[in-house]
């Protein structure tokens, strides 16, 4: 009897061991992706929406060099420029083309949320759902400024509401492009866009080149960063400021906020201006693997509190405000579930008018 008890136990022994042996064996390539060598002798590209020397690309590329030690397996990292279509392009490739495997990740227009709601731009250009994309994370978040060469004979609101001046965008669903309309639809600006520039870069450089009069929104921190000499020499004035919130440095410069007369108007606004909370965001293609977004958004967040990536940002003059992905989802979500009314303002004070000049070819 004991010898058939200890039999019974012995072949029930055996038999789950087989078992488990079979489910090791079948599910270890996966188990060993996931594990230390995941992306071992693998290439990670980081798309950028817009040309070489912009603020987007700056952040990509000051990324890029030290996410590696944060991913297992240490892949090698390359940015990829894909100007085209503000930040279109890459949105609709990584929504339609991108590998799902987590060897793809971007950063593109902020606004990637939020123009298809207000229908800054044509649907048929719109080939994404924003809810979709697998959020990994957001490193800053933006106040913009409209900023004017002190030569072009404005210093005020006053001035730009009796004075047409041309400002540059690199396209029809950028803050560059967007606020001006909003600007001008809300005050009573005059400001006419020019849009096609492949960069903010090549605006700010048509604008060193007298081609343009002014950027009506680029973010505080990219000028700081990318031409700190247009503050120092005094080559423009700032006149406005557009965001959620205020640059403490620019002391008494007006809010757009300061020009809304009621409690929908705030709304609206506040549903126009909420991409700069997205400032950075870092997305993945829809279908990549629950495993594999996890540990994406846990590599950028270990990059965020890294003292060694924190002294370059530093060194590069990058503000860095990190958003974890989970609560840029959220974010990316409330935008998408806007309520009527906001969306429907929100939309007129967006509409490009007759003031604008919407080709370019630099």
Do not use: C
């Not at 996966?30 to 040309?51: H, T």
């Not at 987590?102 to 227009?109: E, F, K, Q, R, W």
């Not at 965020?304 to 990190?322: C, G, R, S, Y």
């Amino acid at each position: 009897m004991t010898f058939i008890r200890q039999g019974r136990v012995t072949s029930t022994l055996f038999y789950v061991l087989s078992v488990f042996a079979i489910w090791f064996i079948a599910t270890f390539p996966a188990w060993s992706q996931s594990g230390g060598d995941a992306f071992k002798g693998k290439e990670l590209r980081i798309l950028v929406g817009y040309d070489v020397g912009g603020g987007y690309d700056i952040y990509a590329r000051t990324v890029a060099n030290h996410l590696a030690r944060f991913i297992p397996g240490n892949p090698t990292i390359v940015v990829q420029n894909m100007p085209g279509a503000d930040g279109l392009k890459v949105a609709n490739y990584m929504y339609l083309q991108a590998p799902k495997d987590g060897t793809v990740i971007a950063l593109t227009n902020r606004n990637v949320a939020v123009a298809p709601i207000l229908g800054l731009v044509d649907a048929n250009s719109i080939q994404y759902d924003a809810q979709k994309f697998y959020w990994i994370a957001n490193l800053n978040s933006e106040i913009s400024v409209a900023v004017f060469r002190t030569d072009s004979g404005v210093s005020s609101i006053e001035d730009l509401k009796n004075k047409p001046i041309v400002v540059g965008s690199t396209g029809l669903t950028a803050n560059n492009a967007i606020y001006p309309y909003v600007m001008n639809n809300l005050i009573g600006t005059k400001l006419k866009v020019v849009t096609g520039y492949p960069g903010t870069s090549a605006v700010a450089l048509a604008l060193e080149r007298g081609e343009v009069q002014g950027i009506g929104g680029w973010a505080w921190s990219s000028i700081m960063v990318q031409r700190p000499h247009w503050i120092r020499d005094k080559t423009i004035v700032t006149l406005l400021q557009l965001g959620i919130g205020k640059v403490p440095e620019l002391g008494g410069v007006p809010s757009i906020f300061d020009y809304a007369n009621t409690d929908e108007t705030r709304q609206a606004l506040q549903l126009i201006f909420s991409p700069d909370a997205l400032g950075r965001p870092f997305f993945a293609p829809p279908g990549i693997s629950a495993e594999t977004g996890r540990m994406l958004r846990t590599a950028f967040t270990k990059l965020a509190n890294d003292p060694e990536f924190q002294a370059a940002a530093a060194k590069a003059k990058l503000d860095i405000a990190f958003m974890d992905g989970e609560s840029l989802e959220k974010l990316v979500d409330r935008i998408s579930k806007a309520s009527p009314g906001a969306v429907e303002l929100a939309k007129k004070i967006t509409q490009r008018g007759t003031t604008a000049v919407e080709s370019k070819a630099p």
